[in-house]
């Protein structure tokens, strides 16, 4: 992995997961991004998929593990075959150690379930209305032929409604920002003592009962309460 790399993967993670990108987890990142076939696709997912990171629930190193397994899912491969090529030395443990296949499946298949691979496999989703572009846009064909050619008076109006509905140009959204600070009544009263205390000085001043240094030290009293006023 490549400083650039390095630094978008830092980046693409929660604040709270950063300071787990340590040298050790980098030469692990570097060995899952060791097949040159898969280079490309393991980096890229690596780095589109930090979303189900935000929550800071999952290691850094799970994540990692994950992501190779879903690359290998979007390739056609069986679950198994992408847990194997994800954990190839669990799998020669498993073996070393006797454990049936039909344990090997269970685990596999517990795996395929775990919350993190599908918080993973829901990001790679295609949304429908993306895949089925082509299809819209039959469908909106026929209407406008049945619009154009129907004998029907009422399926040339529903055709030309359906276009019409379909091809509606998007509302402007009307946006507002507030920019003004809401004051709460501990605001509201400093201003309307500050207020008063500068009248008050203002009085005391022209009548000559209070001069500039007793004004600088003078206090604010709010709800009962006296702040000290000093300019030093």
Partial sequence: MDDQTIDQFKSALPATLKKSVNQSLIDKINKTLSDPDMYETYRENLLSYTKVMAEGKFKVENYIHAVKYVSHKLMGKTNMDAFSSTFPDKIQRWSAQGVASKDMASYVTAY???????LIMEQTLVPSWVLNQDMYQKALNVQAELMMTANSEKVRSDAANSILTHLKQP???KME???GVKEDSSIASLRQATMELARHQRLAMEAGAMNAQEVAHSEIVINGEAEVVDDD
């Fill in 177 to 179: 920002l507030s920019v």
């Fill in 171 to 173: 509302e402007t959204q």
């Fill in 112 to 118: 395929n379930k775990s919350k993190l691979v599908n």
